[in-house]
C-alpha cells in the first residue's frame, strides 16, 4: 500500500496528520507500513497532484476524501467532521479508507 500525505510549506496541521495516520494504521493492522510526506510548492504540481490543500492523504494514489469540482491549489485544507470543519479528517472515516485499500488485490 502507497500512503502519502501532501503538504504545503509550514502546514500547521502536518504533524497532527502524520500523527494521526500513523495511529489510524497501527490500529488497522497496518503498524510497518511507510508514510511518504511529499510537499507540494507550485501550483502545478498541485494541479498535477489533485492536491486541494494541505493536509492531503493519498492511499494508492486516490484521495479517499476528495471533493468534486474542488480546485487544485496551494492552502490549508479543511475537512468536514461530525463537529464542524477541522484540519484534519475523522479517524473512523480515514480508518475504513485505509482498510478498504488493504483488502484490495495491488497489481
Known amino acids: 500500500m502507497d500512503i502519502e500525505l501532501l503538504v504545503v510549506n509550514d502546514c500547521p496541521s502536518q504533524e497532527t496528520a502524520a500523527a494521526l495516520l500513523r495511529h489510524v494504521l497501527d490500529e488497522a493492522g497496518l503498524p510497518g507500513t511507510p508514510i511518504r510526506t511529499v510537499t507540494v510548492t507550485s501550483q502545478r504540481q498541485a494541479e498535477g497532484l ?3 490543500g ?3 492523504i493519498r492511499i494508492d494514489g486516490r ?3 476528495a471533493e468534486p469540482g474542488r480546485p487544485a491549489g ?3 485544507r479543511l475537512y468536514p467532521t461530525a463537529s464542524g470543519l477541522a484540519g484534519l479528517p475523522e479517524p473512523g472515516p480515514l480508518r475504513q479508507a485505509l482498510e478498504r485499500a488493504a483488502r484490495t ?3
Open 50 to 52: 489533485g492536491f486541494t
Open 54 to 56: 494541505s493536509p492531503t
Open 63 to 65: 484521495d479517499p476524501f
Open 74 to 76: 496551494l492552502s490549508c
Open 105 to 107: 488485490p495491488h497489481t
